[in-house]
T-cell receptor, first 115, second 115 residues
Framework: EAGVAQSPRYKIIEKRQSVAFWCNPI?????LYWYQQILGQGPKLLIQ????????DSQLPKDRFSAERLKGVDSTLKIQPAKLEDSAVYLC?????????????FGSGTQLSVL | AQTVTQSQPEMSVQEAETVTLSCTYD???????LFWYKQPPSRQMILVIR??????QNATENRFSVNFQKAAKSFSLKISDSQLGDAAMYFC????????????FGKGTLLTVNP
């Protein structure tokens, strides 16, 4: 079974530039999550999709971050413009139905450095 | 809001020995789920073990077991017969059983296994 695919693995940009991350979840998984993991901290949920609808985006800085999940499959997370404090690992995860007891399957993340 | 606290930033254990990682959480809910995830240097988080709050029996998965103390809001992870491959960051996580399924992580404990 293929896992959660993310790209790119690393990205270095200057502040005020734009950047986009891509995620392909496990086939058939209805729920997709984007997490931000700042160095030394646990992952923080940015946005959760159920199919192509947003379930929770309460911690997404909407003035600069946006995310979409087209056709309920792939997803992209965009930052525009980036700030120094956006330097972090961005993790994508998916789960079959979004039930609270479900195991989340994570990708290997994209490490973003904003200079 | 629920919070998860891991009071041990780093722990070390000798190969084949046993180690316990601590986790406490704060919640007013009665229906919830608790998880331990492992994050190796590859960054891909992997579920280690999970516990439903309504179950009194502690969960076990091979060499991994938990000590769930609901009244004390404590959820520690015990790793028996530690192996070199157990070296990683370990994150404790909480998920509500209600309408908000957000998974909240602690800051993590870095486990080193010494040969």
């Amino acid at each position: 079974e293929a896992g959660v695919a993310q790209s790119p693995r690393y990205k270095i940009i200057e502040k005020r530039q734009s950047v986009a991350f891509w995620c392909n979840p496990i086939s058939g998984h209805a729920t997709l999550y984007w997490y931000q993991q700042i160095l030394g901290q646990g992952p923080k949920l940015l946005i959760q999709f159920q199919n192509n609808g947003v379930v929770d985006d309460s911690q997404l800085p909407k003035d600069r971050f946006s995310a979409e999940r087209l056709k309920g499959v792939d997803s992209t997370l965009k930052i525009q413009p980036a700030k120094l404090e956006d330097s972090a690992v961005y993790l994508c995860a998916s789960s079959p139905r979004g039930n609270p007891y479900e195991k989340l399957f994570f990708g290997s993340g994209t490490q973003l450095s904003v200079l | 809001a629920q919070t998860v606290t891991q009071s041990q930033p780093e722990m070390s254990v000798q190969e084949a020995e046993t180690v316990t990682l601590s986790c406490t959480y704060d919640t007013s809910e009665s229906d919830y789920y608790l998880f331990w995830y492992k994050q190796p240097p590859s960054r891909q988080m992997i579920l280690v073990i999970r516990q439903e709050a309504y179950k009194q029996q502690n969960a076990t998965e091979n060499r991994f077991s938990v000590n769930f103390q609901k009244a004390a809001k404590s959820f520690s992870l015990k790793i028996s017969d530690s192996q070199l491959g157990d070296a990683a960051m370990y994150f404790c996580a909480y998920r509500s059983g209600g309408s908000n399924y957000k998974l909240t992580f602690g800051k993590g404990t870095l486990l080193t296994v010494n040969p």
